[in-house]
Structures are given as C-alpha cells and as structure tokens.
C-alpha cells in the first residue's frame, strides 16, 4: 500500500520501546488503541501488504494517521490501554457492551442503613459495586434468592423514610424492619457483608461464620437473634442445595473461553468458587484484534475492570505466549490493587493442559463457539433483510446504515423529534440523537418540523460524513415532501428518502388489502417512494416489514420517550401541577382543549367551568392560580 510522507516519517522515527499506539481517521477520529512491546516493529505491522484478517484490512483501509504514547514497560502500557480503551471507545478495538447495559450490584456501606440494590452505572460515590453481570435475568433470581435468605432493606428510600410500620416483609421475617423498630446498625451491616460472601461465592466461609454468630448469640442469650441466624442458615442450605456445580477439587478460578472469526470475537466466563460452578457469562464484540493473545488480553482487561479478582484465571491452550501472560497477570494485579480487590492469594494465570482445570476451560470454550454461532446466524438473517429491502424498494445501495425521523408534539408544548440508527440491521444507540424543534412558533406544524429535522441532520452529515445509506421519514406523502425540501439544499449529500405510512382503514377495494372477517378492510404499511407515485406495500410477517417497523417503532418509541420529559417540564412549576382535584388526565384534557399551556393561561372562568369532569371550586382555584401567575 501507499504511504503517505507524514506516516512514512512517522514510521521511521518510532523507538523499539514499549508503548501504546492511537489510530485515527480522516476526521481525527480515535479508531483504534493498541499496545506494543516494540513501537516500531508493532505499528510497521499494519502497513505490510498481508493482513492478517477482514477487521485489520478495513481498520487500515481507513486509517490516515497515528499517535504514539511511550512507557517504561509493556505492563505500563497495558494499563494505558486500558484507560484508553474506556475513554475512547474506538470502533476497531474489542468493547464490552456499554456499562449502562450491564447491571451492577451497589452496597453503599457508608450509609446509615446499607442495601444491596441493582444499578446501571458504577459511580465513584464511595460505594461498594458488584459485576457488571452479562445476565440481567440471572441477577434478576440472584437477588431473588439473597432476599430470602437474607432479611434486607428492599423498599425505596422514599417509602423508607415515610412509612409508619413495618411492611409484610417484616412479618414474614424477610426484613428486621429498621424503618420503625430499634434494629442494631452493626448487627444489620454484618448481615448485608454476609449477603455480598453470598454473591461473591464464598460459601463455606459464610456458612461457618453464620453458625459462629448463632452460637455467640444463643450463649449470650440473644434467642430472637440467635434464631434469625438459624433462618438464615436453612435459608441458605436450601437456596444453595441445587444451585452450584460441584467440579471435584477446592478450585477457585474463573475459566476464560474464546472463539472468533472474520467479524465478531465470543468469551465466555465460567466461574468457580470453593470447588462448585456459580455462574457464567458470555460477552460478544466486534475484534479487530490479531490472534487469541491480543484479544484475551483486551478482553479481560476490560471484564475485571472494578470487579474483583480471583485467585485463578485459566486461560485457552492456544495461547501459550508465556511473557505476555505474564506481562497481563502484573497488570491485573496492579488493577486489583487500585480497585481494592480482596483475593486472598496472589493472582495466577495459567493455560491448563490436563485434569479438571482443563476441562473448565473446555467448558468455557464450548460455551464461547456456540454463542459465537448464535451471533453468526443473527448477522446472517440481519444481511438477508437488508438484502430483501434494498430489491423491495430498488434501493441503490445496500441501507447498511438505516436512519428514521419520527415527530413529536402535544399541541403547542414541546415539540420534539427522534432520528434513531440501525446499522447492519441492529439499533446503534450510540447514534441516537433529540432534536428540539426550533422554528415553528404557536399551532404545531408536522412538515415544518420535518424539514427543520432532515435540514439539520443532513448539515451534521456533510460535516461529520455520516450519511445514511437510506433515511426514512415516520409518514406519508406530505412528510416525505417536507424532507426532499430540505434535501435540495444539499446536492453534495447522497441518500435515499423514502417515508413509512402506517396502515390505514379503507373504504374502497384494492391492491394491498387485509382482509378480515367481519372488519374493515385495512391497507398494509406503505413505503412512499416518490411523493406523486403509489406506495410500496409491505406485506405482513415479510423480512423488509419487520425490519421496516421495527425502525419506525423504534423512532416513535425514542421520541415520545423524550417528549414525555419535555412536557413534564413545561408543565413543572404551573399552576396545573398544585390545584387539587386535577390529575394527569384532566391536566391532558386541559390542554389538548385550549390548545396548549399559553391557551388555557388566557381562558375565562366560565370556559374553566364547561369543562367535563373538572369541579367547580376545582375551576375556580386553577382559574385563580393562573392570574397569579400572570401578575
């Protein structure tokens, strides 16, 4: 390949020493973060004629510059790596899933009265956070089962600092009740360190614990406490009796398994505490990684970043680079020595060849490859969409990136709009945007809005160079001739416009009719092409319906997701939200009446009063509050 003089340059004035190494694009983009025992060697690698796979193809494909960052060791470079990684979030690197879509466990231990609660973003507020668990539904019956054997706080801070009895919980000796009853801090504190033993798997040490404090009572005489540890004990025996795997030998170890091809890279994550299987979980990414080494590492610099370590981690035999694990454990170490991670042994990582260690990693490798297979097929089946479509609609290109517009407004209150991504067929969140509509004043204007939205969309594509290949318009004929308005204004920017109608019920026969028993007959959805030209039906159940629909839907949901936010907010502080006897719906039926907050400020009393539903004295005092407001 050709080199540019600047990157030529580069090249020849990197050092053999370690360090990390950014990628960027045409835009200056960090597209990819790598480290490097030897600079030089390590980044000249990327511009030789032979790739190793698609992904490094495609990542140099798009590269035009590079940075480099030195340091003493690879050790120090990997740490590096790591905060990179997590600052930049480049596209090319492999990336857990967002840490909002990861559930933590939260124990704010500093509190008067601590919980174990589930979050979606660990924060630096003294807390103690568990995870992130790929599985929110196994968490879902972890809690679960923590609630019965533990009795811990479970209602809201609200409910907790208001109510004026215990709850139920309290009663079926769930819960010790501090809300109202004199419970011992301490004593409470204790129990919730006994449930996080619980989830971190250190069950023979809790058992042993729990029968020390229940003879510690029983010998001081603390009978009501001494029994609410034997509740907790057979809580515990019977919650845990079918739970755990036992593998054979006292093992404490999570085994690493990992399977990749040209596009996605699977782990999954087996873990064993005291000799017995306690849970797994499996990760997908996107790799642009060469080799098993290189992912891995990536990989579990990323998964035990604030989680704790174990004593073990057993690693895949195909990787056998016995430095570079090394270089990977002291950088682990030193993260867990950061993050305070209690082990209880130093750290080792190794690749087992034989007996039950090697046969946990099997386990975790057989996970991985079939996990890598579902990714595989859900890619498949999102590319025969998006190949169905683009023959439906004689598109120009494959809608690799597809966009939807969807307005929204509630009369003259907060009119917003949602444009939501779909790229390969899957929602990319990331490129999500809210647009608050800026230009059109007083009585709501869908085709004003649109062209607002598509105008202001399309000046970020010729800035960022983020074209759809197809942006679709929530519609008909009217909205779509609103966007290719605006898309006049922008030659140099190449799309497809097309908008999506919603079914409708017809009063004449036709093509492209559902046709009930005893019902109206209905159209399909419609793709409106051209504004003068018939729709494009699609058929119910088809691939390019549900891909269709799904994005429409998607957009609507987004939207009026925003726009709640937005209405509560004009409506905070009014006069609607402090009169007694008018709730939500009688606030909605206000507005929708007068056409807006602006229109019921300037109603009189009497038309207060005509108002179905909404009582006199009700009337008087809105109608009131509002001149108040006024003045």
Same mark, same amino acid.
């Given at each position: ?16 020493? @370690? ?25 000249s690698s990327y511009f030789q004629k032979q790739q190793l796979n698609m992904k490094t193809a495609a990542l140099v494909r798009e590269?035009? +510059? ?57 924060? +630096? ?6 995870? @992130? ?8 019956? /972890? ?7 533990? !009795? ?19 009663? /079926?000796?769930?819960?010790?009740? @501090? $809300? ?10 204790a129990t919730v360190r006994d449930a996080v033993s619980f989830l971190q798997g250190r069950n023979r040490d809790l058992i042993r ?125 030193? /993260? ?62 494959? !809608?690799?990136?597809?966009? $939807? ?15 939501? $991504? ?27 809005? /649109? ?16 074209? !759809? ?67 494009? !039906? ?18 609507h949901r987004f939207a009026i997701t925003h726009h709640r936010k937005k209405r509560a907010k004009v409506l905070q502080g009014s ?57």
């Amino acid at each position: 390949m050709s080199l540019s003089r600047t990157i030529r340059d580069k090249l020849a004035g990197l050092p053999l020493t @370690p360090g990390v190494y950014l990628m960027k694009d045409t835009r200056g983009t960090i597209i990819y973060v790598g480290k490097a025992k030897a600079l030089k060697n390590r980044v000249s690698s990327y511009f030789q004629k032979q790739q190793l796979n698609m992904k490094t193809a495609a990542l140099v494909r798009e590269l035009i +510059d590079f940075d480099v960052i030195l340091t003493q060791t690879e050790v120090e470079a990997l740490l590096l790596e790591r905060t990179l990684i997590k600052h930049h979030k480049p596209r090319f690197n492999i990336l857990l899933r967002d840490d909002k879509e990861f559930p933590y466990l939260r124990v704010g231990f500093h509190e008067t009265w601590p919980r174990i609660e589930k979050v979606r973003r660990r924060k +630096d507020d003294g807390a103690t956070y568990l995870g @992130p668990f790929g599985s929110a539904g196994n968490l879902k019956i /972890m809690l679960a089962t923590i609630y019965r054997i533990f !009795p811990l706080i479970r209602c809201t801070r609200h409910e907790f600092a208001t109510v004026k009895r215990p709850c139920n919980y309290y009663h /079926m000796k769930l819960c010790l009740g @501090p $809300c109202t009853l004199p419970v011992d801090r301490e004593m409470y504190t204790a129990t919730v360190r006994d449930a996080v033993s619980f989830l971190q798997g250190r069950n023979r040490d809790l058992i042993r614990e729990l029968k020390d404090k229940m003879t510690a009572a029983s010998e001081s005489e603390s009978y009501e406490l001494a029994a609410s540890y034997r509740d907790q004990l057979r809580a515990f025996e019977k919650a845990t009796e079918k739970q755990s795997v036992i593998v054979g030998e006292d093992i404490d170890a999570d085994a690493i398994g990992f399977c990749a091809n040209e596009e996605n890279a699977s782990f999954h994550v087996v873990l064993v505490r005291q000799g017995k299987v306690i849970g797994s979980d499996s990760f997908n990414s996107h790799t642009a990684a060469n080799g098993t080494g290189e992912a891995l590492t990536e990989f579990l610099l990323q998964y035990y970043d604030g989680r704790a370590l174990p004593p073990e981690i057993l690693l895949p035999q195909t990787w056998d680079d016995t430095e570079a694990i090394s270089d990977l454990q002291a950088a682990l170490q030193q /993260m867990g020595d950061e993050q305070h991670s209690v082990i209880g042994k130093p750290l080792r990582i190794l690749t087992p060849q034989r007996s039950v260690r090697r046969n946990l990693v099997d386990i975790a490798e057989k996970n991985a490859s079939f996990n890598l297979g579902v990714v595989a097929d859900d890619s498949e089946k999102r590319q025969t969409e998006l190949e169905i479509l683009k023959e439906k609609l004689n598109l120009p290109i494959l !809608p690799n990136r597809m966009e $939807c517009i969807d307005i929204s407004n509630f009369h003259e209150t907060a009119i917003v709009a949602s444009n939501v $991504c779909f790229i390969g067929g899957k929602a990319a969140k990331d490129q999500y945007r809210h647009y608050t509509i800026e230009t059109v004043q007083g009585a709501p204007d869908d085709f004003a809005s /649109m062209r607002e939205v598509v105008k202001r969309r399309l000046e970020r594509a010729r800035r960022d160079g983020d074209t !759809p290949d197809l942006l679709v318009i929530d519609g008909g004929r009217g909205q779509l001739q609103a966007a290719l308005d605006s898309a006049k204004d922008f030659p140099d920017v190449q799309l497809t416009i097309v908008s999506l109608a919603k079914s409708r019920i017809e009063k004449t026969k036709g093509i492209g009719k559902v046709i009930e028993t005893g019902a109206p007959q209905r159209s399909f959805e419609r793709v409106f092409l051209q504004p003068e030209e018939a729709p494009v !039906p699609l058929t119910p159940g088809s691939p390019e319906y549900r891909l269709m629909t799904r994005l429409r839907d998607e957009a609507h949901r987004f939207a009026i997701t925003h726009h709640r936010k937005k209405r509560a907010k004009v409506l905070q502080g009014s006069s609607l939200e402090t009169i007694p006897g008018i709730g939500t719906k009688m606030r909605q039926k206000l507005l929708v009446e007068f056409g807006g907050l602006d229109g019921l400020r300037r109603a009189t009393l009497e038309q207060l009063e005509k108002i179905k539903g909404l009582r006199k004295e009700s009337a008087v005092a809105l109608h009131a509050a509002l001149r108040q407001e006024e003045k």
